[in-house]
């Protein structure tokens, strides 16, 4: 019942305030991905898919990205209620057990990750079950290979969580169960043999050619580079010294908003927890030590997402540390105290992943091919852009005619599949030797001079251009024109026209976020560009009402905010754009 009741609020809590739509970053294709039953990036993950796509083709009267949002909720939910079944079969009492388990639902990343979605909050609920089936105790026969099917989809789902089998394998000796695993070794193995049939799963999705297909795992060696996420290996080790520490020192950091003030239970808790229960103390804070090490070494900017079995560790840790306390003091006061100091965690996470009202990222992606021409060509890079337009274009049907080509998925495969969708395009073959992104300069010489041709998101029209020609803003794009074209006062009016409905409509606005702040700097790169443009054509009294309004909106702050956080992930700072300072100086002239 206690299970039941944590599982129903938290469900609550993640539903309202769950993202309506598309989210930036990985959740776009995600969705899409769940509702074309297709293949989003390695490894592939076959069992979310499955699993999603099967609630989105079940609910079919709503919009499958908000369905998908709901279902990271679902299972975040189940993850809570699971984590307190897991507690009390450690041995906690129903306070330790409820508070540790509130405290981790409204977690800044459990929460984060309840509102759109991802794949985070299935990997800590196959996580916690794996850790209550190393908790079990006598078992019949039959029930060993649904261990090994449980442990077998957790790997599946995730590869990466192999590292953690030592942890595993401590909590099941702190139980005194290894006997008994030894024992049924080889049913549990059966298990695991039967939860690889789902990555068949990839290489069938692909065949059929969706939307999303990412890595095209229909050959072996494709099919092996997707589900080992050979593609990603480059960001293990990739940071340097000081960067891998700063991200341990920014984990500790962000502890108060992660576990609330159970992370003083769960720091004190090699202190407070009694030597009889060691053993399982340490089977989780190994847990926490294997994820906290991973997510140092993995330099990436979701850093965040990596530590997430860590704080499912020190949850479990917080939780012994508070039934120790209450045990030897018998005082209700415990559970009040804690109780009354999670409420400011709680309130302030509520603020900063209340999405109900989020539809920035689906916006951008509309707003961006509303004004194109006709069989336009788009050359996109970055997951905001790129994951945002296959959901549009691939679900929802927009702009079917726009042909759009992702940079950053330039490698044979991604060419072979544009070749097999569109046959009848003049496609530069065969592939160059030694290939590199330099290769869109020639897809753009190959197909560029049939359709009018485009740039969005963090691209340099330098990779495009030569000499022969010229870049022109076009909303929120950027067009490539021959260089004898001349600037055209038709045309930047037309674009003024678009800027103007996009000011009507409110520029979206955000908190300084890796993920949302770009797009809405990109709106305002749009009305400088479009300004710069009309003052270039003749037209500047409009030139200038929209460099005041650049101005006004005061994007250097935003932008120099934005650009520390990613040198503090990253340890890289990008050329800063400081459409503010320029808007200022051309008003000067």
């Known amino acids: 019942m206690l299970a039941t009741a944590v599982f129903a609020v938290a469900a609550l809590l993640y539903a309202t305030t769950a993202c309506p739509t598309i989210a930036p970053g990985d959740s776009a294709e995600l969705a899409a991905a769940a509702a074309v039953f297709g293949v989003p990036h390695p490894p592939g993950y076959p069992v979310w898919t499955l699993l999603v796509g099967s609630l989105v083709h079940a609910c079919p009267f709503a919009e499958p990205a908000y369905v998908a949002n709901l279902a990271s909720g679902l299972f975040a939910a189940a993850a809570t209620g699971m984590f307190v079944l897991l507690a009390r ?8 057990a409820a508070l540790a388990a509130t405290a981790l639902a409204t977690g800044s990343t459990v929460w984060s990750q309840s509102t759109v979605a991802e794949v985070y909050t299935l990997d800590a609920l196959l996580l916690v079950t794996v850790l209550w089936l190393a908790c079990g105790r006598e078992r019949a026969a039959w029930a060993w290979p649904l261990v090994g099917l449980a442990i077998g989809l957790w790997v599946v789902h995730r590869p990466v969580n192999v590292l953690f089998s030592p942890a595993i394998a ?11 695993w030894r024992a049924h070794a080889g049913r549990m193995l059966a298990g ?5 049939l789902v990555l068949l799963y990839l290489p069938l999705a692909s065949m059929r050619d969706p939307c999303i297909d990412v890595g095209d795992p229909e050959t072996w060696t494709r099919f092996l580079s997707v589900v ?7 960001h293990l080790g990739s940071g340097s010294t000081q960067l891998m520490l700063d991200r341990g020192i920014r984990f500790f950091a962000r502890l108060p908003s992660e576990l609330g003030i159970a992370t003083l239970p769960a720091l004190l808790s090699l202190v407070v927890v009694p030597a009889a229960r060691r053993r399982l103390l340490v089977a989780t804070l190994l847990l926490s030590v294997t994820s906290f090490l991973f997510g140092c070494l993995f330099n990436v900017h979701d850093e965040e997402v990596f530590f997430l079995p860590a704080i499912v560790g020190l ?19 415990v559970a009040v105290a804690l109780t009354l100091g999670l409420l400011p965690g709680v309130l302030s996470n509520h603020s900063d992943n209340d999405l109900s009202a989020d539809d920035i990222t689906h916006r ?26 296959a959901y549009v274009q691939g679900i929802e049907e927009q702009r079917p005619d726009v042909l759009v ?16 969708q569109h046959p009848e395009l003049p496609w530069p073959r065969p592939l160059p030797a030694g290939f590199t992104y330099n290769y869109s300069r020639t897809l753009y010489q190959s197909l560029g001079q049939s359709r009018p041709t485009y740039l969005a998101g963090a691209i340099s029209p330098r990779i495009l251009n030569d000499a022969g020609h010229r870049s022109v803003p076009a909303s929120l794009a950027t067009q490539i024109l021959p260089a004898e074209r001349h600037l055209d006062g038709r045309r930047a009016l037309a674009h ?27 709106y305002v790169r749009s009305v400088f560009q479009t300004a710069d443009y009309a003052w270039a054509t003749g037209h500047k009294q409009q030139a200038m009402r929209l460099f005041r309004i650049v101005i006004g909106l005061q994007p250097d702050a935003q932008e120099r905010q934005l650009y520390d956080q990613v040198k503090e992930r990253s340890g890289k700072r990008p050329p800063a754009n400081e459409f503010g300072r320029k808007a200022r100086r051309a008003l000067a002239r």
């Open 192 to 196: 695991v043999a039967s939860s690889g």
């Open 405 to 420: 080509i992702r940079l950053g998925y330039l490698s044979p495969w991604y060419l072979h599949q544009l070749w097999r």
């Open 170 to 180: 401590v909590m099941v000796w702190s139980n005194g169960q290894l006997a008994a």
């Open 496 to 522: 003024i026209a678009v800027v103007d409905k996009f000011l009507a409509a409110g520029l979206p606005t955000t908190r300084i976020d890796i993920g949302r702040t770009p797009i809405a700097l990109a």
């Open 364 to 389: 951008y992606a509309s707003d961006l091919l509303r004004p194109l021409e006709p069989n336009a060509l788009l050359f996109v890079a970055g997951d905001n852009t790129s994951h945002a337009l």
């Open 315 to 333: 949850a479990l840790a917080a939780a012994l540390a508070t039934e120790a306390v209450v045990r030897r003091t018998g005082a209700a006061w």
């Open 228 to 234: 080992t996420g050979e593609p990603y290996s480059r």
């Open 89 to 96: 079969r450690l041995g906690c009492n129903r306070t330790a």
